[in-house]
């Protein structure tokens, strides 16, 4: 087969869809790659490394889709992409089109076969191809949320973990997955106050057991009422595979929020668990809504291109494996993660919300 690494157009988005070791992978299993000039620059891969292992340099994205049968990326197609994707493309990248209507109907209307990372799922519910970016995302949540309480970045001059004689920060975290436990463990780290929601007592119980600055609790629409009023950083972390986030936060609750603190919503890329919340980019970050600063950032894992490059490649280069060889329609983790075939939307989340 011949597979595309097309170079990322979303704003600042710097990751590239696989590095030069997992492109070697599928060089050695007998696959073409080509991949667009420049593609790996920012993640610190040079054409040169690519040239090594046996993949084809492209001067444009014209000329790599043209070639690709099979186009590998990481974001969403951007409109600007739009018309060099064809029908018989294998689209394999994020997409969310839970938060993405013009998209949706754009591949719909192409008719191509998209396949969506983060709903490709294992039968024990893990999301193999989601989960190395959710732990970047949760990290990030509370790397950005402590630089952004400081005053000079609209905060209200607050040190997230505190210190002698000063009061320890108050982070809530809303879903004890994989980016909400990162946010937890991370804020637990700092040395933060960190109050976590969820409904599955299994997590509940592995927060609780970060520290004894972590409290655990059911996700009472009371309790967590209370906490929203009461944080200096709130991190959005709830996933429901492939649909669009529900609000746990309405706009009413954030007004209640002192001016100053700061909302982090990492669901922003499925609509956001947050009411408040609206999409935003690297190039401008954070917006402030009645004194409280939000960032929405749709490719949070983008600040760190090398390290997020290498994990997802790591947990992709299997998957993208199976499609390349063929046959991959039998292979029950991959077909769950169709989003879209022949003009059909057939993921059911989406199909429900349609």
């Known amino acids: ?57 492209l001067s ?19 409109p600007q992409e739009w018309p060099l994707l064809r029908r018989d493309h294998l689209l394999f990248c994020y997409l969310h089109l839970a938060a993405e209507p013009a998209l949706t109907e754009a591949l719909l209307g192409i008719g191509l076969t998209g396949v969506a990372f983060e709903t490709v799922e294992e039968a024990n519910g893990h999301l193999p191809l989601l989960a ?6 949760g990290r990030i949540a509370v790397q950005a949320g402590a630089q952004l309480l400081t005053r000079p970045q609209g905060g209200k001059g607050l040190l997230l973990g505190g210190l002698p004689a000063a009061e320890r920060g108050h982070v809530v975290v809303l879903g004890a997955g994989v980016a909400g436990g990162n946010a937890a463990a991370m804020a637990a780290a700092m040395g933060a106050r960190v109050t976590v929601f969820d409904r599955n007592r299994d997590k509940l119980e592995a927060m609780r057991a970060l520290g004894a600055n ?39 609750m954030v007004k209640r929020m002192s001016a100053g603190s700061v909302i982090v919503d990492i669901a922003v890329d499925q609509g956001g668990c947050i009411e408040t919340t609206r999409p935003t980019t690297y ?36 998957y993208a494996l199976r499609l390349a ?30």
């Open 214 to 252: 972590v409290t655990a609790l059911y996700a009472y629409a009371d309790a967590i009422e209370q906490a929203v009023a009461e944080a200096d950083l709130l991190v959005g972390a709830v996933l429901i595979h492939g649909a669009r986030a529900p609000h746990l936060v309405s706009a009413d």
């Open 283 to 318: 190039a401008e970050p954070t917006y402030l809504w009645e004194g409280v600063v939000h960032f929405g950032v749709t490719n949070m894992p983008g600040a760190v291109p090398r390290s997020a490059s290498q994990a997802l490649s790591a947990a992709l280069i299997p």
């Open 60 to 78: 444009d994205a014209a000329a790599l889709y043209g070639k690709a049968q099979m186009v590998v990326k990481v974001k969403e197609p951007q």
């Open 132 to 137: 190395p970016m959710s732990d970047i995302a």
């Open 1 to 57: 087969m011949r597979i595309g690494i097309p170079r990322e157009v979303k704003t600042l988005e710097a990751r590239v869809g696989l590095i030069p070791a997992a492109a070697a992978e599928l060089v050695r299993a007998g696959h073409e790659v080509f991949i667009e000039h420049g593609a790996g620059r920012l993640s610190g891969y040079d054409d040169a490394a690519y040239e090594a292992v046996g993949v084809s340099i």
């Open 325 to 354: 060889a063929g046959g991959w329609e039998a292979y029950e983790p991959l077909t769950a993660g169709i989003n879209v075939r022949a003009g059909e939307l057939v993921y059911p989340a989406l199909q429900r919300s349609s």
